[in-house]
């Protein structure tokens, strides 16, 4: 079931999520409420804060209707901006980034850059628009590779028998991460990932032989 579930947008505030709920309700669009406040394990042990995301979700089926339904009311507002909106100020370069990291900028923003250009004789067929989309992703699916120094200290409190051991090892061999078309992808290249594991079963054989032995040295 969850397969055929997809995320649409995500908002950092539950009112601005329950607004776009409204708008696509207007239009006949079930679409639901989804909160989460996990985050990515990694990022904790990163020191990244953690922000709760409200993710607006609806059936795979629905999604076409709705972007088309969210399209057209941009370019409906189209006529009405601001002459001095931030994107008139964009060089031709930055407003094909919008255009291709589309996830990232709101309906509106893609639309008037895409009329922007136009007006400055810029032309960007769809085709050149969705090559560069694939490429975007396929760059952002790419693993990390450079951790080292998280494996270093995942080793040493793995084999001091420590919980963050087997946490760090978990991070490392487990995570992945979200792509703007909601793909999700391992985090970490295939040797992290293998250096996580051996992490994770060290830490999972020491930790209870660990505890085991503090237990006794109370009693003696």
């Given amino acids: 079931m969850t397969e055929n579930i997809l995320s649409l947008r995500s908002f950092s505030?539950?009112?601005e999520a329950n607004a776009f709920i409204d708008l696509l309700n207007e239009h006949d669009i079930s679409v639901f409420l989804k909160k989460d406040?996990?985050?990515?394990?990694?990022?904790?042990?990163?020191?990244?804060s953690l922000l709760s995301e409200y993710h607006v979700v609806l059936k795979k089926e629905d999604k076409p209707k709705a972007e088309?339904?969210?399209?057209?009311?941009?370019?409906?507002m189209l006529n009405d901006v601001s002459e001095d909106y931030y994107l008139f100020s964009f060089e031709d370069k930055e407003l094909i980034n919008?255009?291709?990291?589309?996830?990232?900028w709101s309906e509106f923003d893609v639309a008037l850059s895409s009329k922007i250009l136009k007006e400055r004789g810029v032309d960007i067929s769809k085709e050149e628009l969705s090559a560069?989309?694939?490429?975007?992703?396929?760059?952002?699916?790419?693993?990390?590779?450079?951790k080292i120094v998280s494996i270093v200290v995942g080793y040493i409190f793995a084999a001091l028998g420590g919980f963050l051991g087997l946490l760090i090892g978990g991070v490392l061999w487990k995570t992945s991460k979200k792509l703007p078309n909601g793909d999700k992808v391992p985090r970490y290249s295939p040797s992290v990932r293998e250096h996580g594991k051996?992490?994770?079963?060290?830490?999972?054989?020491?930790?209870?032989?660990?505890?085991?032995?503090?237990?006794?040295?109370?009693?003696?």
């Fill in 13 to 15: 505030r539950e009112e």
């Fill in 37 to 48: 406040t996990g985050g990515d394990l990694d990022k904790t042990l990163e020191g990244e």
């Fill in 68 to 76: 088309a339904v969210l399209k057209g009311i941009a370019e409906g």
């Fill in 98 to 104: 919008v255009m291709v990291e589309n996830h990232e």
């Fill in 132 to 146: 560069r989309r694939k490429k975007r992703l396929e760059n952002l699916a790419v693993p990390e590779g450079n």
């Fill in 198 to 220: 051996m992490i994770f079963i060290i830490s999972a054989i020491i930790m209870p032989i660990a505890i085991v032995t503090r237990i006794l040295l109370r009693f003696e």
